[in-house]
C-alpha cells in the first residue's frame, strides 16, 4: 500500500457484499479509497456498483456493525 495511513475497511472483505448484507465475500486486488479508507472489492464489477449505487458506504457501515 503506497500511503500507510489508509484504512482497509471491513477487515478486507467486499465492500460491496457488505453494503448488500453479505459479509463472507473476501475483497480483491480492486480497490477504492475515499477520505482515507480502502474498499477492497471481489471484482471489478462491485467496484463499479458500490461507485454507482447510493448510499453504499452508508448501509455497508450499517451492515458490518450488525454482523
Not at 500511503?3 to 480483491?28: E, L, M
Request: charged content about 20%; hydrophobic content about 35%; glycine content about 8%.
Amino acid at each position: 500500500m503506497n500511503n500507510q495511513n489508509n484504512t482497509i475497511a471491513y477487515d478486507g472483505h467486499c465492500a460491496f457484499a457488505v453494503s448488500t448484507g453479505k459479509i463472507d465475500i473476501k475483497g480483491g486486488k480492486h480497490r477504492l479509497t475515499i477520505d482515507g479508507k480502502t474498499y477492497l472489492f471481489s471484482n471489478s464489477i462491485a467496484k463499479f456498483l458500490f461507485k454507482l449505487l447510493p448510499n453504499r458506504i452508508e448501509k455497508a457501515e450499517v451492515n458490518w456493525q450488525n454482523k
